[in-house]
């Protein structure tokens, strides 16, 4: 009497979700110190800091590269698993539709990402 | 002169389905000792005031499992829930939730039944074994393993604290997952890969996100969302090791 089992695809989106809550626990809460007040505010940080070109030599490099691509797409990836099941928990079960647009914005984001950290060039 | 008897107010949800179309509340005043657990509130209902009132109970010391109710809506064992902790206040008592309701406060079992069954709770040794072999030797570490896995009474409270099983009743959910970890990991066990079948389908533990509640009701420290994640991070392992492992692993 056993039932036919579908393995579930979870564990891909599971640990992009894991992934991005680790990157987002260790450098969130500094980024946003950097970009939302340190920058804006003047404070510690010298003020050519986020300057055009320090930020352009910086995604030009590979590193810089990896880093940026990885906390955009993480992030997102992060974020879209989040709503998704809390989507789910408040009652709203749209199943294949909340699905695509929750991850389907995350794909969006990381191609547009990667697209565009690629189009700098090096 | 002796002291004016205390009574309590206790609510229950009754549902006779032959004749209520739908589940309504009845208020009882009950005679009021200190002493009394919710339990004994619904005994004495049923034996002093509506005979009518069904409940299931047994060992009247939290290990028996079967008298799980919502008590003030949180589930809880009624016969080691106190009247004088709510005292004054009336009590509400309901069925467990996220189950059927078979009659008042007894909930139909039958899927919770099935999932056990599902997670074969019993050793399949690695390789036969006669007992001319004698009997297993098993280190304390080895036993420390799945112990606290092992203490699971059946009860049901997680599965009524368990949003997710509530929102997906086919989610095989808290204890079954706690018992089915408690033979993985057993040093006598072999039968892992088959039941990595379930942990891993669309009805295993991906469907929890972590809420923890069934760990907090839980009267006998099982730790149910403990073993929950532990096999989210086995599954995930499984999920992607299976391309790199020479047999193809599983489907
Ligand atoms: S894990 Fe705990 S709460 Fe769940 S059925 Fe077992 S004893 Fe009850
Ligand atoms: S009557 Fe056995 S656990 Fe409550």
Redesign the pocket.
């Known amino acids: 009497m056993k039932r036919p089992l579908k393995r579930s695809n979870a564990p891909i989106f599971w640990a992009l979700f894991g992934a991005g809550g680790m990157l987002s626990a260790l450098f969130g809460p500094m980024l946003v110190f950097i970009t939302g007040l340190a920058i804006p505010l003047g404070l510690l940080l010298p003020a050519d800091t986020l300057s055009y070109s320090r930020v352009l030599a910086f995604v030009q490099h590979w590193i810089g590269k990896g880093f940026v691509f990885a906390v955009i797409a993480l992030f997102l990836w992060h974020a879209a698993h989040r709503i998704f099941h809390s989507l789910h928990d408040i009652g709203i079960h749209a199943g294949v539709g909340a699905k695509l647009l929750c991850y389907g914005l995350a794909l969006v984001g990381t191609v547009i990402a990667g697209y565009t950290l690629l189009a700098i060039g090096f | 002169m002796a002291e004016q008897p205390k009574t309590i107010e206790i609510e229950v949800l009754r549902y006779h389905p032959e004749k209520d179309k739908t589940p309504h509340t009845q208020v009882f005043e009950v005679p009021f000792t200190d002493d009394m657990s919710v339990l004994q509130g619904v005994q004495y209902i049923k034996d002093y005031l509506d005979g009518s009132l069904s409940f299931r109970w047994s060992c009247r010391m939290a290990i028996c ?1 079967s008298c799980g109710m919502m008590i003030n809506g949180i589930p809880s064992l009624s016969c080691q829930t106190f009247l004088r902790d709510y005292y004054p206040a009336r009590v509400r008592v309901e069925a467990l939730a996220h189950f059927p309701i078979e009659r008042d406060l007894v909930i139909g079992m039958e899927g919770f039944i099935e999932k056990l069954e599902s997670i074969q709770p019993y050793i399949i040794p690695k390789e036969p074994r006669t007992p001319a072999q004698g009997e297993y030797l098993q280190t304390p570490e080895q036993l420390a393993k799945y112990e606290q896995f092992s ?9 009524a604290a368990c949003p997710q099983f509530g929102l997906n009743p086919g989610f095989i959910g ?2 079954a997952t ?1 018992l089915l970890h408690r033979y993985n990991v057993d040093s006598r066990d072999g039968a892992q890969a088959e039941r990595m079948e379930l942990i891993n389908s669309e009805e295993g533990v991906f469907n929890c996100t972590a809420v923890g509640y ?1 760990s907090e ?4 420290h ?1 730790d ?1 969302a403990n073993a929950v994640n532990q096999n989210k991070t086995n599954s995930a392992a499984d999920y992607f090791l299976r391309f790199l492992s020479p047999k193809g692993g599983a489907k």
């Open positions: 499992g203490s699971c009474i059946n009860c049901l409270l997680c599965y808290p204890a706690a069934c009701v839980c009267p006998k099982v149910p």
